[in-house]
């Protein structure tokens, strides 16, 4: 039976919730812009790992990450960014949504720095062959690209990642004790536990990224 929060402390107004939290600066509240400026764009190009979250028709949400090496973030212009769709699972969660929702939001990280950059924006994918060229890594082109056009951009302070120590080494968990995929795997689906007396994570598909 899925957890039923208690109605008496749940909000269902706004107004409540403001009640709550308060209301932001003007700064803050009107810190966004529609385009991307020269520094923006900067951040954006450093960064090696970002996510997309998506939603269908009917309003169920994903979130996936994304790699590549920095400058990986193609800008036509200040209002428009293009991003590589790779090999994957081939399950195109994210792609599905977008064709039938375009709406999309992207935030991007760049390691050992403690803010990030959100672009929110309206979606569409393509397999121009210049684009997909342009975008190609280790000589391969990418599948298909996603064209993003920009209609929110705003900065995150650093708060999050100093509560989270994300880039303090000494923070981190032993990886030997973290669950590994396929093991999750396994386990979600009722299956053989994997084999790891070889060690972890060593997957095949580490060495097939483009």
């Known amino acids: ?43 954006i190009q450093q960064s090696p790992y970002f996510l997309i979250a998506t939603a269908a028709h009917d309003g169920t949400c994903d979130c996936t990450p994304r790699g590549d090496p920095p400058g990986a973030v ?5 209002r428009t960014l293009v991003v590589a769709d790779r090999k994957g699972n081939r399950r195109v969660d994210s792609l599905r949504n977008i064709i039938s929702n375009p709406h999309i939001g992207m935030l991007f990280l760049v390691p050992g720095t403690d803010e990030t950059v959100r672009v929110n924006g309206t979606a569409t994918l393509s397999t121009d062959p210049e684009l997909c060229q342009r975008l190609a890594q280790q000589g391969v082109p990418a599948q298909l690209v996603i064209i993003v056009a920009i209609e929110e951009v705003f900065t995150h302070c650093a708060r999050s990642i100093l509560r989270s120590k994300l880039w303090q ?20 689906k009722n299956l053989e536990p994997p084999d790891e007396s070889q060690g972890k994570r060593n997957e095949e598909y580490r060495q097939v990224l483009y």
Do not use: C, H
């Open 1 to 43: 039976m899925s957890y039923i929060p208690n109605p008496e402390f749940v909000f269902n107004t706004v107004a409540e919730l403001r009640e709550l939290v308060g209301e932001p600066r003007a700064l803050i509240r009107d810190k966004s812009t529609p385009y991307v400026t020269p520094l923006v764009q900067q951040f």
């Open 74 to 78: 193609y800008f036509p212009d200040e």
């Open 169 to 188: 080494p000494d923070a981190w968990p032993d990886t030997d004790t973290i669950p590994t995929l396929a093991a999750m795997l396994a386990e979600q």
